[in-house]
């Protein structure tokens, strides 16, 4: 079965610019999960969806936004980049939603996706 | 919220001798803690977790320990071997959204 992939795995913008990185789940796993990983901060969630809704967003600027698919994809979008946006963006898949629930499946994590903002 | 605290940062160990890396959480209704092994340049990597209805869980060379009244839960790897060197992060659930919070890693070294 393969595993979580993203794309780009790299990526370099500029400040005010927006880019848009994407997630493809395990083949039959609803959940997508997005967390930002910095030296400083460690990581951080960002928003999670499923079955095309987000559940859950965590502490971040409306500047990052996400979606869905009926194929259960995700896109995550940030708009105005700003220098401290620069982080590896992790997407995770799951079987089952790992917001609002008492009982967890794994979770596993993709390669994730290295944005450097100049 | 949640509070997850890690410890050590880093942890170096010759190779052979065990390592264990111990994390606290505050939310006493959490239920559930997994730790991921994260090497250079790759995504975190599921290695063990375990569920509130159990004290230890072991796999070959590691294993969990979860104290529940104490609040806090222990990795523990044997006869390390270099390959084991990675960062580690520990995880439990928390806030309303029974989202994971994650611990900040600990960096292990494995000398040969």
């Known amino acids: 079965k393969a595993g979580v992939t993203q794309t780009p795995r790299y990526l370099i913008k500029t400040r005010g610019q927006q880019v848009t990185l994407s997630c493809s789940p395990i083949?039959?796993?609803?959940?997508v999960s997005w967390y930002q990983q910095t030296p400083g901060q460690g990581l951080q969630f960002l928003f999670e969806y499923f079955s095309e809704t987000q559940r859950n967003k965590g502490n971040f600027p409306g500047r990052f936004s996400g979606r869905q698919f009926s194929n259960s994809r995700s896109e995550m979008n940030v708009s105005t980049l700003e220098l401290g946006d620069s982080a590896l963006y992790l997407c995770?898949?799951?079987?089952?939603?790992?917001?609002?629930?008492?009982?967890?499946?794994?979770?596993?994590f993709g390669p994730g996706t290295r944005l450097t903002v100049l | 919220g949640e509070n997850v605290e890690q410890h050590p940062s880093t942890l170096s160990v010759q190779e052979g001798d065990s390592a264990v890396i111990k994390c606290t959480y505050s939310?006493?209704?959490?239920?559930?803690f997994p730790w991921y092994k994260q090497e250079l340049g790759k995504g975190p990597q599921l290695i063990i977790d375990?569920?509130?209805?159990?004290g230890e869980k072991k796999d070959q060379r590691i294993a969990v320990t979860l104290n529940k009244t104490a609040k806090h839960f222990s990795l523990h790897i044997t006869e390390t071997q270099p390959e084991d060197s990675a960062v580690y992060f520990c995880?439990?659930?928390?806030?309303?959204?029974?989202?994971?919070?994650f611990g900040s890693g600990t960096q292990l070294t494995v000398l040969p």
């Open positions: 995880a439990a659930p928390s806030g309303s959204a029974r989202q994971l919070t």
């Open positions: 939310d006493s209704a959490s239920n559930y």
């Open positions: 995770a898949s799951s079987s089952r939603p790992t917001s609002g629930s008492r009982v967890y499946n794994e979770q596993f």
């Open positions: 375990i569920r509130s209805n159990v």
């Open positions: 083949s039959g796993h609803r959940s």
